[in-house]
């Protein structure tokens, strides 16, 4: 599959620095700092619906607790997704995948959807996911599918295999090639702190982009774009976008 277009900064879970990780509300801030792309995180509830969550559990990121495989889409959306970061964003809802979508095409944003499975869901959530794009998603607007599930992957792109994917790892494994042509991936995520120059230059040279996270400090932005790589990672994407003219060193 060929290389996409990414945009070298992306606003991981949105902008989620300044705004609560995951919700709409992050995704606007993400358009409105002026950033072109947005990260975020998709699982599902225990009726199978899509819905836009990092952790297993809504403990950390809302007013409620226990796994969201064990919550309904309704007993989902009455929860608070926004006063655990700050007060003003009091009564932000986990939004469904469906919903997302809708906001990301709005503002004409890049998509990068995580696949986030709870454990042994990964078949059950990569499907109901790659249908929900399937209706929902606008066409031809760039998105890019990435998870640490192989599983999750090669599922996907059995039902949507025009869908650009990317694998993500913390640290690069050795045998990295084999991984990527296994799961017909464009692209590889991992930990800025694993990245140098050689790495990023062997990757660049196979034909896939080497994107990294999460960065933070607009210095070791600078390097990571010295070093070639394509695309960012950040939670603080205004910090971020004012380095991106750094030129590679490849």
């Excluded at 990964?122 to 606008?138: F, G, L, P, Y």
């Excluded at 599922?155 to 042509?181: A, S």
Aim: proline share 5%; hydrophobic share 40%.
């Amino acid at each position: 599959m060929a290389l996409i277009d990414i945009p070298k900064v992306i606003a991981h879970r949105g902008a989620s620095g300044t705004a609560p990780e995951n919700t709409l509300v992050a995704i606007v801030r993400a358009s409105d700092l002026g950033v072109t792309a947005v990260e975020l995180d998709v699982t599902i509830s225990s009726d199978g619906i899509a819905v836009m969550l990092h952790d297993e559990n809504v403990d950390r990121t809302s007013n409620g607790n226990g796994l969201i495989t064990q919550k309904t889409i309704n007993e989902i959306q009455k929860l608070d997704a926004g006063s655990w970061f700050d007060g003003t964003f009091a009564g932000e809802p986990i939004p469904t995948l469906k919903q997302a979508m809708k906001t990301i095409n709005k503002h004409k944003l890049f998509f990068n959807m995580e696949i986030k499975p709870s454990a042994g869901l990964e078949e059950k959530t990569a499907k109901i996911v790659a249908d929900e794009v399937n209706k929902n998603w606008q066409a031809n607007a760039p998105m890019l599918v990435s998870s640490t599930s192989e599983v999750c992957l090669q599922t996907f792109q059995k039902i949507n295999p025009q869908m650009p994917c990317g694998l993500i790892v913390d640290n690069v494994p050795e045998n990295w090639r084999e991984i990527m042509q296994r799961n017909n991936c464009v692209s590889i995520h991992f930990h800025y702190s694993n990245a140098n120059l050689e790495l990023v230059k062997e990757i660049k040279s196979a034909g896939y982009s080497a994107l990294v996270y999460t960065v933070d400090d607009p210095m070791a932005a600078k390097d990571m774009f010295v070093m070639g790589v394509d695309g960012v990672f950040t939670n603080f994407p205004e910090m971020i976008m004012p380095v991106t003219e750094c030129g590679s060193t490849n």
